[in-house]
């Protein structure tokens, strides 16, 4: 049967294994580097992710061997950590390898511009906010699109502190804005 379907009896047992062998590489090298490798937060932890996949697949696969796999897996999490240690300790390499926060939305007013910067739309704007239980704009005092996509929101009456919008582009809107 399994002949029929292009393996044959070898070739299933050979995939089932590296698949298992694959699996564990992930979860030991998971619990050696940390459970951030897999978080999607950052444009190198989606880079990471990406790879991640196309390596596993060409493993499970069978185009690699489990050892040139688990090399692989090594090398990609070392690569990640470094990048990682990288990213927080180098200003530079962090502007670089990161996206800039972005302010959407100042006073309740959304800009076009900002919209177009980022390639948002209103609708996902409006979706986020009725998402946070929101029935307005008028209700927010800030939005931003973070560096993993996501919107934040800042109601009014909240303080807005401009240490924590200092790295936000267009944070400048904010002055004069008091959340209230």
């Given at each position: 049967?399994?002949?029929?379907?292009?393996?044959?009896?070898?070739?299933?047992?050979?995939?089932?294994?590296?698949?298992?062998g694959?699996?564990a590489a992930i979860?030991?090298?998971?619990?050696?580097?940390?459970?951030?490798?897999?978080?999607?937060?950052?444009?190198y932890?989606?880079?990471f992710?990406?790879?991640?996949g196309?390596?596993?697949?060409?493993?499970?696969?069978?185009?690699?061997?489990?050892?040139?796999?688990?090399?692989?897996l090594?090398?990609?999490?070392?690569?990640?950590?470094?990048?990682?240690?990288?990213?927080?300790?180098?200003r530079?390499?962090?502007?670089?390898?990161?996206?800039?926060p972005?302010?959407?939305?100042?006073?309740?007013?959304?800009?076009?511009?900002?919209?177009?910067?980022?390639?948002?739309?209103?609708?996902?704007?409006?979706?986020?906010a009725?998402?946070?239980?929101?029935?307005?704009?008028?209700?927010?005092?800030?939005?931003?699109?973070?560096?993993?996509?996501?919107?934040?929101?800042?109601?009014?009456?909240?303080?807005?502190?401009?240490d924590?919008?200092?790295?936000?582009?267009?944070?400048?809107?904010?002055?004069?804005?008091?959340?209230?």
């Open positions: 049967m399994w002949a029929q379907l292009g393996m044959t009896w070898s070739q299933v047992w050979l995939t089932i294994a590296t698949a298992v694959v699996y979860l030991a090298l998971s619990r050696l580097f940390g459970q951030r490798q897999f978080a999607s937060l950052s444009t932890d989606l880079a992710n990406f790879a991640m196309s390596l596993i697949g060409r493993t499970v696969l069978v185009r690699v061997s489990l050892l040139n796999a688990v090399v692989a090594c090398t990609m999490f070392v690569l990640h950590a470094a990048t990682g240690w990288l990213h927080h300790h180098n530079v390499l962090h502007d670089v390898i990161q996206n800039r972005v302010l959407l939305v100042s006073d309740g007013r959304l800009p076009d511009d900002a919209l177009h910067r980022t390639g948002t739309s209103h609708v996902e704007v409006f979706q986020a009725r998402l946070q239980g929101l029935g307005s704009l008028d209700d927010v005092a800030a939005v931003t699109l973070e560096r993993n996509g996501q919107f934040s929101f800042v109601p009014r009456g909240q303080r807005l502190d401009p924590l919008f200092g790295e936000v582009a267009g944070n400048e809107a904010l002055r004069g804005v008091d959340g209230t």
